[in-house]
C-alpha cells in the first residue's frame, strides 16, 4: 500500500469516526495555537558554544531587533486560553448535566495535564547522568534544564486557572463581557505601578501579581464565548478594534518593549510575568477567532485538512512538554561531536540574518525529531493503566528530583 493511500485511508477513519456535533473550528484554532509554540521557541531560541564546547541560551532578538514584530505572530498563548475556556465550559456544563460532579471534572483535567509533565521530569532525571558520563558538559546540562522547563510553567499556570472554572463559568454566565474587564483593570494597576513614576520604589516581585489575571483574562473570554456571550459579530469587532488600539497605545505611546517573548538583556519583558500588551493582543486574537469561526468550520470539513489537525489535538500535552527536548537532541549532539566547532543556526550565536535563514533549514529536523520523540513517549498522556504501584513511584521520585535540580540552575 502507498504512502498516499494510507493517508487517504487514514483521513477516512478519522472523518468516520468525528462525531457530528463537534466543534471543528475551535479545534482548528487549538491546534494552531499548539504549533505556534514549538515554532516560536525553536526559532527565538538560540545558542552560543563556549570554549569548553558548552551550550548557553541565547536568542536572535537580543541582535535583531527588527524581528520582534514576528513575536507578535508566534505568541498565540490568548487563543490557546481562549480556547481552552470555550472547551471548558461546554465540558463542565456536560458533566453537571450527567450528574457529575465539578471536583470530579476538576480532577480528571488535572490529572490528564499532570502525566505528561510528570513524565517528561522523569525522563530528563534519568537522562542527566548518563549525559554527563558521555562527557556533556555540565553547562549544557543546565542549559537544557532550563528549556524543558521552559513550558512547563504554562502547564502549572493552566492548571491553577482550569481550577477556577467553576466560579470564573458563573462569572460567565452572569456578566458576559464584563467579567473580563476586572482581569484586565487588575493587570493594568499593576502595569501603572511598575512602570509608572514611583516604578523605583516598588518591590521587585509586585509583576507576580499579574500572573493569574494576566492569563486568566484569554481563558475567561473563552467561557464567555462558549455560554453563548461572545457569539454576536459586534462584540467580536469590540474585541479586535478595541485590543488593536490597546496594543497600538500600549507601544507608541507608552513604550512598552515590542516583543512578545522575554529577551536576553532587556530590563521589561512583556510574557513572563504578563503585562497589559500581552491582554490586548489576546483580546485581538480572540476577536479575530470569534470572526473566522465559521470559515474555519468550512475549510475543516475537508478530511484531508481536519486529520492533521485532530493528530495535533491527541498530541497537545505531548507537543507542549517535549518540543524543546527535540531541539536539543540535535544540538547537544551536535556540539559535542563538532569538536568546538559552531555549526550556523544549530549551535552558533544567533546574531545575524544569516542564523535566521539556516534555523528555518533546521526546522524540519527539529520537526521529524519531536514525531520520534513524541512516538514514544505520547504513552504519558494515557492512563498509566500498565504502570506498577513501584512505577510510578519511582517516576514521582526522578521528576522530583529533576525539578530541584531545574529550580536550583533556572
Known amino acids: ?47 552560543t558554544l563556549d570554549e569548553a564546547g558548552a551550550l548557553h541560551n541565547s536568542s536572535p532578538l537580543a541582535a535583531l531587533g527588527a524581528l520582534a514584530p514576528a513575536s507578535w505572530l508566534f505568541q498565540l498563548l490568548g487563543v490557546f486560553f481562549l480556547v481552552g475556556g470555550y472547551s ?121 501579581l499579574n500572573l493569574l489575571p494576566g492569563w486568566l483574562f484569554g481563558y475567561q473570554l473563552g467561557l464567555v464565548w462558549g455560554v453563548g456571550r461572545l457569539s454576536r459579530r459586534a462584540a467580536a469587532w469590540l474585541l479586535l478594534g478595541g ?6 497605545t ?33 483580546a485581538a486574537q480572540s476577536g479575530v477567532a470569534v470572526l473566522v469561526r465559521e470559515r474555519l468550520a468550512a475549510l475543516l470539513a475537508r478530511p484531508a485538512l481536519w486529520t492533521p489537525v485532530v493528530v495535533i489535538n491527541l498530541s497537545a500535552m505531548t507537543i507542549l512538554c517535549w518540543h524543546q527536548s527535540a531541539m536539543l537532541a540535535a544540538a547537544i549532539p551536535s556540539a559535542v561531536l563538532s569538536g568546538g566547532a559552531a555549526v550556523l543556526g544549530l549551535t552558533s550565536a544567533p546574531a545575524t540574518v544569516g542564523w535566521v535563514a539556516a534555523r528555518l533549514m533546521w526546522l524540519p529536523l527539529f520537526a521529524v525529531l519531536l514525531v520520534g520523540i513524541g512516538a514514544l513517549t505520547r504513552r504519558f498522556e494515557q492512563p498509566w493503566t500498565g504502570a506498577s504501584a513501584g512505577g510510578r513511584a519511582l517516576a514521582g521520585v526522578l521528576a522530583a528530583a529533576f525539578s530541584l535540580y531545574a529550580f536550583a540552575v533556572v
Do not use: C, K
Not at 495555537?33 to 531560541?45: F, R
Not at 543546565?142 to 528549556?147: G, I, K, N, P, S
Not at 485590543?243 to 497600538?248: C, H, K
Open 1 to 47: 500500500m502507498s504512502l498516499s493511500t494510507e493517508l487517504r485511508s487514514l483521513a477516512s477513519t478519522v472523518e468516520a469516526r468525528t462525531p457530528a456535533h463537534r466543534d471543528r473550528a475551535v479545534d482548528g484554532l487549538r491546534a494552531l495555537a499548539l504549533l505556534s509554540v514549538p515554532a516560536g521557541h525553536w526559532l527565538v531560541g538560540g545558542f
Open 88 to 208: 471548558s465550559a461546554l465540558s463542565l456544563r456536560r458533566a453537571a448535566e450527567r450528574g457529575t460532579p465539578a471536583t470530579t471534572w476538576l480532577r480528571g483535567r488535572l490529572v490528564r495535564l499532570g502525566r505528561p509533565v510528570l513524565g517528561v521530569a522523569a525522563v530528563w532525571a534519568a537522562l542527566l547522568p548518563p549525559l554527563s558520563l558521555a562527557g556533556v558538559p555540565g553547562a549544557t546540562l543546565r542549559t537544557a534544564a532550563v528549556l524543558v522547563v521552559q513550558p512547563l510553567w504554562f502547564v502549572g499556570v493552566y492548571a491553577v486557572i482550569t481550577a477556577l472554572t467553576p466560579y470564573a463559568l458563573r462569572a460567565a454566565e452572569r456578566a458576559g463581557l464584563w467579567s473580563a474587564l476586572p482581569l484586565l483593570a487588575s493587570v493594568a494597576v499593576v502595569d501603572a505601578l511598575r512602570y509608572g513614576p514611583y516604578a523605583e520604589a516598588m518591590p521587585s516581585w509586585l509583576g507576580l
Open 243 to 248: 485590543g488593536l488600539a490597546l496594543f497600538v
Open 250 to 282: 500600549l507601544l507608541t505611546v507608552f513604550g512598552y518593549p515590542a516583543s512578545m517573548v522575554g529577551v536576553p538583556g532587556e530590563a521589561r519583558t512583556n510574557s513572563h510575568p504578563p503585562s497589559l500588551l500581552v491582554l490586548a493582543l489576546a
